[in-house]
């Protein structure tokens, strides 16, 4: 784990924004404390995965809650691509370059 940390951390300063990826059905629970304090200040987009199998009103109320956080949110479906495009407009706003299709 020490050397994963490590890593990230290294890797963290070449990086503008971060995607942290979590599971719409399970957000707070599917969050990385440890990532959270590697990340520090670096702006950060959540990425609110498997959208279509949670309720859409909780969906919502979630992207809501991050964004009051000063987070952005997009819900996503990895599998069908629904949402990327919204998701990679969001890390542009915060501070991610053009990014290529």
Excluded: C, Y
């Excluded at 304090?37 to 919502?60: C, M, Q, S, Y």
């Amino acid at each position: 784990m020490a050397k994963a940390k490590r890593i990230v951390g290294e890797d963290l300063k070449l990086v503008d924004v971060v995607i942290e990826v979590l599971d719409a059905r399970l957000p707070r629970s599917s969050s990385n404390l440890v990532l959270a304090e590697l990340i520090g200040t670096k702006p950060t987009v959540i990425a609110l995965n498997k959208a279509d199998l949670a309720d859409p009103a909780v969906n919502e109320a979630w992207v809501r809650h991050f964004e009051s956080s000063g987070r952005p949110a997009a819900l996503i479906n990895a599998v069908t691509g629904n949402g990327l495009r919204l998701l990679l407009q969001k890390a542009k706003q915060a501070g991610a370059p053009a990014l290529e299709k």
